[in-house]
């Protein structure tokens, strides 16, 4: 399971932080002392339990997870602070547990064993697409590296074309709109789209595009985009839109003015 914790005691964060990362129930850990960062990352990122202390300088840690809960309200919560007599508030959020300092390994464990909201095991989407601003992927949170810089707007277009199956001519049309279609162009595009298939591949992730003879298309389901979210009505992709999509790519002008029309609506 994916964990943060946030806690504005450097030292006493980066003690827990490393006890949470020798746990064999943790595959990833992040420590926060600005509750701004915490909320920002758990917006972005895939989390399923925060471990908050409450008395912080700043913001507090009931605060903060009010915020964190409007952001994901699946999020697990576990309060771990030296002040036992915030329980009855922890409890008016629906939080996971609470455990008082200093924190015992025994009892982190038990708390992440009987979770409000049970964590399933790796079937999370894997590869996060950006859509908004830049166009930009991310897998398991890292940029997703491609051979030919060419290869992640193919990939743009598809996201663009939400699961509808696209043919080379098309493609060819949309990503060189004033070039001559030559014999080379063509080769140059099966290049792109084999560069596409090994970097996915190269993770594990064939299911994301499908592939038949001329035509290619992604998989709608097998990704996490902010288009898509803002389509099903998903409130923070709404919120996420700045008046900008795939902002580097000029073909993808079309689709911003038909969100901007929709907003408008």
């Not at 390994?105 to 999370?124: F, G, H, M, N, Y």
């Not at 839109?241 to 003015?257: D, H, V």
Request: hydrophobic content about 40%; some cysteine.
């Amino acid at each position: 399971m994916k964990v943060i914790a946030v806690d504005d005691e450097q030292i006493i964060l980066d003690d827990f932080v490393n006890m949470l990362s020798g746990m064999e129930e943790v595959s990833d850990v992040k420590g926060f002392t600005n509750c701004d960062e915490a909320l920002n990352y758990i917006y972005e990122s895939d989390v399923d339990v925060a471990f908050f202390d409450i008395r912080m300088r700043g913001m507090d840690g009931i605060t903060l997870a009010k915020k964190a809960k409007v952001i994901k309200p699946s999020l697990n919560i576990i309060f771990l602070t030296a002040y036992p007599e915030y329980s009855l508030e922890a409890m008016k959020i629906h939080a996971s547990g609470y455990i008082v300092k200093p924190a015992l390994i025994e009892d982190v464990r038990k708390e992440l064993k009987d979770l409000r909201t049970p964590v399933a095991e790796s079937t999370d989407v894997r590869i996060k697409v950006q859509c908004f601003g830049n166009f930009e992927v991310y897998i398991d949170g890292l940029p997703c590296p491609f051979k030919y810089i060419k290869t992640k707007e193919l990939l743009a277009y598809l996201v663009d074309r939400r699961g509808a199956y696209c043919t080379n001519g098309e493609i060819l049309g949309a990503l060189w709109e004033d070039k001559e279609v030559t014999l080379s162009l063509e080769n140059y595009l099966r290049n792109l789209i084999s560069d596409l298939r090994s970097a996915l591949k190269s993770y594990k992730l064939d299911n994301v595009i499908m592939k038949k003879k001329g035509m290619i298309c992604i998989v709608p389901s097998a990704i996490n985009c902010d288009y898509y979210n803002w389509i099903e009505g998903d409130p923070l992709a709404i919120n996420a839109f700045n008046g900008e999509y795939m902002s580097q790519y000029p073909w993808a002008e079309y689709t911003l003015a038909g969100i901007e029309s929709k907003m408008m609506n």
